[in-house]
């Protein structure tokens, strides 16, 4: 595409599009295809990409596999609105690997995922109470954007609503507590204990892992109490390891909603648990009163599906996870040398598998730690690594089993130069 071209497309994408994006990155850059770790613009510019989508293409763009699985299945028909054999044996594949599901529910969204687990817990417990963690992310229902990221403090448990156009009555049903404080949350449930439906928590939240110990506090405060613990794995089902945070952090939850890796690239996410809650789902075993309605035109259609399992497969490879902490922690291990011997105060947050940078010299521990970063110097450093042929998001790298030894070299050299243009 010459200049002339992507003007034109870059003027196309502000008439017809709000902002003139997809609601999700910056509208200056137009993806055109991607290959492995790897991708290119509509002008050509080819980046090293830890986008990846926001997460899906933990195996990499195209692969070969998941590729052929969906042509394959393309050839046969997308979707049906009913059940299909690859659907069933995803669900089956679900069971097998995530150490708290019993049974899968099938939906297309992480944030249909996240809304249909609370609702789930609600349905269980007859409660109607959510306990949600400041800067948790889960998804874009109302319940899920209160204290997403407010931009002044709030007293907690009040939650915050970061949206317009949500009712203020649900701000009587949410509960807020800081991450990684588990005699907060004990506070809490004590004394919202009768109207607790559920506690819903990232096990690795945004780019902040949790404290030793957090986790299985709070596997035991909610056990101990009688509500369901929900583990939003959209982010690290399947990518932190192949049981997800679960196997990872050694902590079951009651519910947990899965997407992003499970979808192979395709729209598909999962809400799955014990039997006894996701008999919500099943009229036959709950009654009239008690059933769930979940109906979703692509719901577990066969071609997600058949990505999903073909990624799935590449990931049960041997060594596929250790390459991928690997990965990660050279490039962890960089960046943080590289901001040490510039002088530039930084924390490296996260897991091998997602990271990024905090312009601060505290180290984060939740997300109000988050807001003592340089907002500033963090956009600047992300526009230099753009302009070096670096995609992230704003706050995440996200590392695939397909970036290279190459991918790795050329990313430390763009970080360099970066840092030295900092420092000007």
């Given at each position: 595409m010459?200049?002339a071209?992507?003007?034109?497309?870059?003027?196309?994408?502000?008439?017809v599009?709000?902002?003139?994006?997809?609601?999700?990155i910056?509208?200056?850059?137009?993806?055109r295809?991607?290959?492995a770790?790897?991708?290119?613009?509509?002008?050509?510019?080819e980046y090293?990409?830890?986008l990846?989508?926001?997460?899906?293409?933990?195996?990499?763009?195209?692969?070969?596999k998941?590729?052929?699985?969906?042509?394959?299945?393309?050839?046969?028909?997308?979707?049906?609105f009913?059940?299909?054999?690859?659907?069933?044996?995803?669900?089956?594949?679900?069971?097998?690997?995530?150490?708290c599901?019993?049974?899968?529910?099938?939906?297309?969204?992480?944030?249909?995922?996240d809304?249909y687990?609370m609702?789930?817990?609600?349905a269980?417990?007859?409660?109607?109470?959510?306990?949600?963690?400041e800067g948790?992310y889960?998804?874009?229902?109302?319940?899920?954007?209160?204290?997403?990221?407010?931009?002044?403090s709030?007293?907690?448990p009040?939650?915050?609503?970061?949206?317009?156009g949500?009712?203020?009555?649900?701000?009587?049903d949410m509960?807020?507590?800081?991450?990684?404080?588990?005699?907060?949350?004990?506070?809490?449930?004590?004394?919202?204990?009768?109207?607790?439906?559920?506690v819903?928590?990232?096990?690795l939240?945004?780019?902040?892992?949790?404290?030793?110990?957090?986790?299985p506090?709070?596997?035991?405060i909610?056990a101990?109490?009688?509500?369901?613990?929900?583990?939003d794995?959209?982010?690290t089902g399947?990518?932190?390891?192949?049981?997800?945070?679960?196997?990872?952090?050694?902590v079951?939850p009651d519910?947990?909603t899965?997407?992003k890796?499970?979808?192979?690239?395709?729209?598909?996410?999962?809400?799955?648990?014990?039997?006894?809650?996701?008999?919500?789902?099943d009229?036959?075993?709950?009654g009239?009163?008690n059933?769930l309605?979940?109906?979703?035109?692509?719901s577990?259609n066969?071609?997600?599906?058949?990505?999903?399992?073909?990624?799935?497969?590449i990931?049960?490879?041997?060594g596929a996870?250790?390459?991928?902490?690997?990965?990660?922690r050279?490039?962890?291990?960089a960046?943080?040398?590289?901001l040490?011997?510039?002088?530039?105060?930084?924390?490296?947050?996260?897991?091998?598998?997602?990271?990024?940078?905090?312009?601060?010299?505290?180290?984060?521990?939740?997300?109000?730690?988050?807001?003592?970063?340089?907002?500033t110097l963090?956009?600047?450093?992300?526009?230099?690594?753009?302009?070096?042929?670096?995609?992230?998001?704003?706050?995440?790298?996200?590392?695939?089993?397909?970036?290279?030894?190459?991918?790795?070299?050329f990313?430390?050299?763009?970080?360099q130069?970066?840092i030295a243009?900092l420092k000007?």
């Amino acid at each position: 595409m010459d200049q002339a071209d992507d003007a034109d497309l870059f003027e196309t994408a502000r008439r017809v599009l709000p902002g003139g994006t997809f609601g999700n990155i910056a509208g200056d850059i137009i993806i055109r295809e991607g290959k492995a770790g790897r991708v290119w613009d509509e002008s050509g510019k080819e980046y090293v990409d830890y986008l990846l989508g926001s997460g899906p293409m933990l195996v990499g763009h195209a692969h070969p596999k998941v590729t052929a699985a969906a042509q394959a299945q393309i050839a046969r028909g997308t979707t049906f609105f009913a059940n299909n054999r690859l659907g069933i044996e995803l669900a089956e594949a679900i069971v097998a690997a995530v150490p708290c599901a019993e049974q899968v529910r099938f939906v297309s969204s992480g944030s249909e995922a996240d809304l249909y687990a609370m609702r789930t817990a609600r349905a269980f417990t007859r409660r109607d109470k959510i306990l949600k963690f400041e800067g948790g992310y889960h998804g874009m229902s109302d319940y899920s954007l209160m204290s997403l990221a407010p931009k002044r403090s709030g007293n907690f448990p009040l939650p915050v609503p970061d949206s317009a156009g949500i009712p203020k009555s649900v701000r009587e049903d949410m509960l807020i507590a800081p991450f990684n404080d588990a005699d907060a949350v004990a506070g809490l449930v004590r004394d919202h204990k009768d109207e607790l439906a559920a506690v819903i928590v990232e096990p690795l939240q945004r780019i902040i892992p949790p404290q030793p110990g957090f986790l299985p506090a709070l596997r035991k405060i909610t056990a101990d109490n009688g509500i369901p613990l929900i583990f939003d794995e959209v982010v690290t089902g399947f990518r932190l390891a192949y049981g997800g945070a679960q196997e990872y952090y050694g902590v079951v939850p009651d519910l947990c909603t899965l997407g992003k890796v499970v979808g192979g690239g395709f729209p598909l996410a999962a809400i799955a648990g014990r039997a006894e809650i996701m008999a919500h789902f099943d009229k036959a075993k709950v009654g009239d009163d008690n059933f769930l309605v979940q109906i979703g035109t692509l719901s577990g259609n066969p071609l997600a599906a058949a990505a999903g399992l073909a990624t799935l497969d590449i990931l049960r490879r041997p060594g596929a996870y250790e390459q991928i902490h690997t990965t990660g922690r050279e490039l962890m291990a960089a960046l943080g040398r590289l901001l040490k011997e510039a002088g530039i105060p930084a924390q490296i947050s996260g897991e091998p598998p997602l990271f990024d940078v905090v312009f601060s010299p505290e180290r984060v521990r939740d997300y109000r730690g988050t807001l003592a970063g340089d907002a500033t110097l963090m956009r600047r450093f992300n526009a230099l690594l753009r302009e070096r042929g670096v995609l992230k998001g704003e706050s995440k790298y996200y590392i695939s089993l397909a970036h290279t030894d190459d991918d790795i070299a050329f990313t430390i050299a763009a970080w360099q130069s970066a840092i030295a243009a900092l420092k000007e």
